[in-house]
């Protein structure tokens, strides 16, 4: 072989029909196969490969990815709950995560009842004191203390995070960053994973350290609103925002800002079904499989939108969701 200047390349003739040139760095360990091997770039050794060769060295390529070892899971996951008693969907939410696998923790301020066996429950004072739970004014749910509960659990470093209406169909595979589209702007917080040392992470704490906190992704309009008030004394408290606004555009936001959105999944991986479309899941002439893709690992069901639609009643036989409460042993009622 003539050996080749990688600073000035020596031109070389296009090969003949049937034949593929390859440059292949020689100093580069033997198991290691690039593009580079197959396509061809200005390294240090030249070789020619005919066609059957380049099959075969890609054949090759391809038994050693199947042969890898499957991806580890992320082996534990953290939900909240603000409350005296687990309902069955979300008890099933729960247990489907067990079932396929993963380590499921419940914090919450005492035990709540309903509680799967399959889930262990963790005195979520360790990370925030009760008294700093916080609800909307506008319907006293507790869904704006879980935003900021959220990234304690990921500051402290315990693993991913998931909201208690997110239901597993397939383990999570162990990432650095966890999160997806639930729209083609909009990313969601009801699955959630961050590095602890992140400034990403760091950034978003801040709103979790001031009752009064200003969302810079408001309008400008607001952000003068808020600032005035603010000025003269009369602040206004993170109670009064509109749901949504310091979760999903929250975090939006941020990872936006960070230049982190590549790492979010498409939507059909966690959010396959959109919160303006849950009466999907309640449909009995629809199976799982129809609201689904094969990519899907979760379903986020919505909760506050899933009980509007039920409205009191039972939840549909043969619908999606009785066929997901099935696979986790709990009744449609």
């Keep these: 072989m003539k050996a080749c200047n990688s600073s000035s390349p020596t031109p070389i003739s296009a090969p003949m029909r049937g ?31 005919t066609l059957p060769r380049i099959q075969n060295r890609a054949n090759k390529m391809i038994e050693s990815e199947r042969q890898r070892p499957a991806t580890s899971i992320e082996p534990v996951v953290n939900a909240l709950w603000i409350g005296n008693a687990l309902d069955d969907i979300n008890a099933a939410c729960l247990r489907s995560f067990a079932l396929a696998g993963h380590r499921v923790r419940l914090h919450c301020y005492g035990a709540p009842r309903n509680v799967p066996p399959e889930v262990e429950t963790f005195d979520a004072s360790a990370l925030m004191p009760k008294e700093r739970v916080v609800y909307y004014k506008s319907n006293g749910s507790p869904a704006l203390f879980s935003n900021f509960y959220r990234l304690k659990i990921l500051e402290a470093g315990l693993g991913v995070y998931i909201d208690c209406d997110v239901f597993c169909l397939k383990p999570i595979p162990q990432r650095d960053y966890i999160f997806g589209y639930q729209s083609d702007v909009e990313i969601n917080n009801a699955v959630l994973k961050l590095p602890a040392n992140s400034d990403v992470l760091r950034e978003a704490l801040t709103m979790t350290n001031d009752p009064f906190y200003i969302a810079p992704w408001l309008s400008k309009k607001k952000q003068r ?4 008030r603010k000025a003269i004394g009369l602040p206004i408290h993170i109670s009064h925002y509109q749901w949504g606004k310091l979760g999903p555009e929250a975090i939006t936001y941020f990872l936006g800002k960070a230049g982190l959105n590549h790492h979010a999944a498409t939507i059909d991986v966690f959010y396959p079904v959109h919160y303006g479309q849950v009466s999907l899941l309640l449909d ?3 199976s799982l499989s129809d609201v689904v893709t094969p990519r899907t690992l979760c379903v986020h069901l919505f909760d506050r939108m899933l009980r509007r639609r039920l409205d009191g009643g039972a939840i549909p036989e043969g619908s999606p969701l009785g066929e997901m409460m099935g696979l986790c042993g709990y009744p449609m009622k």
């Design 19 to 49: 034949m593929s040139m390859s440059f292949r760095r020689t100093a580069a360990p033997l198991n290691e196969v690039s593009m580079g091997d197959l396509l061809g770039c200005w390294i240090d050794e030249v070789e020619v490969l």
């Design 225 to 228: 609103q808020h600032r005035l």
């Design 284 to 286: 009995p002439e629809l």
